[in-house]
């Protein structure tokens, strides 16, 4: 079962992604845990991934692709994997099809969690996290026992600077410019499952696996 994550960032993809991993044994992919682990390894691929890393640009899709094609080689994606945070552009879903196809293989299914901007904002900047320990909270869905303080550790909560509305808004058009084209794309290939990413975590799970099947 291979399956890519879609949905704007905030949706709880990642979230569900985890839980898809767990349920049915596959390995939860994303391509930041792919370059810290090519990277702390000195392989050859994170090596040329840390040169372009280094100088604050952006890895070459291709580079992605390879490193992403390398990952599935390992064991544990005998039986599928859950990718998440790649493909973010067409010509990277593009990229990934055709060393996908090169290698005999494709991609089963795409699943959207599609949650409304105005949900992902009101979200989003409920979140706080602990200046001490980096635990995260949120003043709705999962508060604190006092407010403003970390139930852990003590210390202050703030609203980070990548939850403040302004900023969410701005990520939400990078996504609607960049990754929203990948809902038509997987559509026309007759892979796309869309959930409704505004009901409970578990319900959005219960709909993942009425797609996926026990």
């Known amino acids: 079962m291979k399956i890519i994550m879609l949905g704007a960032p905030g949706a709880g993809k990642g979230t569900q992604a985890k839980m898809i991993a767990s349920k049915y044994t596959i390995p939860h992919i994303s391509t930041g845990d792919i370059f810290r682990a090519n990277i702390k390894n000195g392989t050859e691929l994170g090596k040329k991934a840390k040169t372009y890393m280094d100088q604050g640009l952006l890895v070459p899709d291709e580079l992605v692709v390879d490193l992403i094609m390398d990952r599935f080689k390992e064991a544990d994606c005998a039986n599928g994997y859950v990718l998440d945070g790649f493909p973010r552009t067409i010509p990277q879903a593009e990229a990934l099809d055709k060393a996908l196809a090169e290698a005999g293989t494709k991609v089963d299914v795409a ?104």
């Not at 409304?116 to 989003?124: F, L, S, Y």
């Not at 602990?130 to 550790?153: F, Q």
């Open 111 to 214: 699943i959207n969690v599609e949650v409304p901007d105005e949900n992902i904002v009101n979200r989003m900047g409920g979140r706080r996290a602990c200046v001490g320990c980096g635990a995260t909270y949120h003043i709705v869905y999962n508060p604190t026992k006092v407010d403003g303080v970390c139930d852990t550790c003590g210390k202050e909560l703030i609203l980070r600077d990548d939850d403040k509305p302004e900023t969410v808004q701005k990520r939400l058009n990078v996504y609607h410019e960049q990754t929203e084209p990948l809902i038509k794309y997987y559509t026309n290939k007759g892979i796309l499952k869309e959930v409704d990413g505004t009901v409970d975590m578990n319900d959005v799970f219960a709909a993942i696996v009425n797609i996926l099947g026990e």
